[in-house]
């Protein structure tokens, strides 16, 4: 099962992604937890990431599109891949289409998370998520066992630099710029299939699971 979660900064793709993977026993591969990763590591992709990523803004399609190529080689998405968080571009879209053609192993399903942008400020300034990478919450749609602290590490939670209200701006511009044509680009295709991403976690996990075994 190879899958695209497409929809809106703090749409609730990243959960989605976790329960999915959990469901089907496939990785959920995140452009923006690996850039983070690359990050916190300090690599050279994650110096000249860090800039863009703060900022609110698209990390070049460049360096983007040959860290995920690269991610999808590894041999845990063999059997398929939930991806969240890319394609963000059409350029970034038409390099996936084109790599995955030459592997013979195409696109099954591209969920398109339905919501009004209006609903996601709220949603992106209460995440809270644990500095080192073991997941995110909400203060109030899904929080913590206990507050502020990771479930997993135990670590006190973080706000991520870009879930501040101007960068939030910024990230749905470049939504609206840039990842928004990626809808009608995989309607053409025939792979679309939305879904409301407005409802309660279950409700959101259920429609999906519909889709993606229809
Ligand atoms: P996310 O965790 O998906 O919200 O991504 C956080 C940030 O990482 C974004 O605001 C971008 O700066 C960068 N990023 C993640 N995925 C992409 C992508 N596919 N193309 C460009 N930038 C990305």
Same mark, same amino acid.
Request: proline share 5%.
């Given at each position: ?145 206990? %507050? ?12 991520? !630099? ?25 309607? !053409?295709?025939?792979?679309?299939? %939305? ?6 976690? %279950? ?12």
């Amino acid at each position: 099962m190879r899958v695209i979660f497409l929809g809106p900064p703090g749409s609730g793709k990243g959960t989605q992604a976790k329960r999915l993977q959990e469901a089907q026993g496939i990785p959920q591969v995140s452009t923006g937890d690996l850039l983070r990763q690359a990050v916190r590591d300090q690599t050279e992709l994650g110096r000249e990431a860090q800039g863009y990523m703060d900022a609110g803004k698209l990390v070049p399609d460049s360096l983007v599109i040959a860290l995920l190529l690269e991610r999808i080689q590894a041999g845990d998405c063999a059997g398929g891949f939930i991806l969240d968080g890319f394609p963000r571009t059409v350029p970034q879209a038409e390099a996936l289409d084109a790599a995955l053609a030459e592997q013979g192993r195409p696109i099954d399903t591209v969920v398109n998370f339905v919501i009004d942008l209006g609903r996601l400020v709220e949603r992106l300034v209460g995440r809270r998520v644990c500095p080192g990478g073991h997941g995110e919450w909400h203060v109030r749609f899904n929080p913590p066992q206990r %507050d502020e602290v990771c479930d997993v590490c135990g670590a006190a939670l973080i706000q991520r !630099e870009d879930d501040q209200e101007d960068r939030i701006r910024t990230r749905m511009e470049a939504y609206r710029a840039d990842t928004e044509p990626l809808i009608a680009f995989y309607r !053409e295709h025939g792979v679309l299939q %939305d879904i409301d991403a407005l409802g309660e976690l %279950d409700t959101v996990t259920a429609q999906i699971e519909a889709v993606v075994t229809r």
